[in-house]
């Protein structure tokens, strides 16, 4: 691994992409009948599926239901299949329980949580094929099924990952750059406002770099967003084109 | 009203003095922005400002809140307080179903303490409520206390669908055999007109 280049002298990465080019992205919405609202997403070699139900009843009672708000409920898993060596557990582990706290705090901040009080939402997301940026596939795909349920949210939330390799900042990167150890940035934002509704890094990067980095994450999910942009616009003209004929 | 362009959640649809927010929009710093997939509709009505909506016609995703008329079924009843889920909000229909408890002092305006809860509701019943209440965590609250609200729909012993022929009978029209219920008055819109009049 160690003799790996991650970048070429002339710029290029691995998988022959310049360091701000995002993998290829191709999405679907309204892939289920029976969810309210569902997106499969793949970024590259990363595919991942969205299923939202609700809002409905919270269920547990007294202790989930909130009186002033939705809860919302979030649960990641990764199929067994997912990755090179099969999965012993698809979900329930550290890693899993981890990301499944990061997509719900991620949509509480972009879900307009105060019109749906006592009501709960759920959010269920699977990994079908991991290549590095699983978190950033499964928020892209999350807010196209919730999108596609008709849940009324402030923006869009769009997550792309960056890393950092010899002074060069590098936009969503993929399963080899990340195992490599370097630093590892996943943004979530919200593209209008420019809110920052996720910020998280893995291993350490100099306060210097810090900012080049993050501007490099910050323009790979305006990028992200135009593409769901024109996915989600394609969907809505998709509906009401079947609406009309039938 | 008229339909226009496609909008897109976060998308900016105009300044708070030119419109005001409707269904599917939000206002943030003086502007008004979509928050739904759909297409743009202006209503304006009378002298106030036009009204921003984004609206997708298969999309309608309600909650019961205080205040609006829904649609119950009723799943146990006991001399205190019946149970019942909710099933449609103001004539949206819900994917799931809410739990909602229409208690005995709610179930007729007059005379609250002569109410007795079996010979106004009973299983199967679906009803017309109006929400008082969140409740506790677990139940919506729902009353009944108004001439409109009340049975809608009831099935007799033998399984027909009663007819109703006063404020708190229904007769089944196979057996001619009486029950009681707290009957909702239908309301002239909910009439179905015959054929060609």
Redesign the interface.
Known sequence: MAGIELLSDQGFRVDGRRPHELRKIQCRMGVFRQA?GSAYIEQGNTRALATVY?????SG???R?Q?DRVTINCQYSMATFSTGERKKRPMGDRKSQEMSQNLQRTFEAAI?TQ?????QIDIYVQVLQADGGNYCACVNAATLAI?D????????VCACSAGFVSDTPLVDISYLEESLGGPDMIVAL????EQIALFQLNSRLHADHLSKVLDMATKGCKDIHTVL?GA??D???E??DS?ARS | MAAST?C?????LGSTEEFQAGK?T?T?QGYV?S?????RHESKQGEDLPELQVL??????V?P?VGSVVTVKMTSVNPRFCRCAILSVEGTP??????GMIRREDIRATEKDKVEVYKSYRPGDVVLARILS?G???WYLLSTAENELGVVLAQSEAGVNMVPISWCEMVCPKTHSKEFRKVARVQPQYLIQPAGT
């Open positions: 309210d609700g809002p409905h009843e919270a009672g007294r202790v239901a009186h307009m019109l749906y009080p006592r009501s999108i349920a008709g849940i009324p949210m402030r923006d869009y919200l593209p209008k406002s942009d989600v616009r969907h809505v003209s509906v009401t609406m | 496609i897109i959640p976060g998308q900016r599917g939000y943030r922005y928050s739904l997939a759909g297409f997708l016609e298969d999309q309608q995703t909650v809140e819900l994917t799931q179903s809410f739990r969140l506790d965590a677990q």
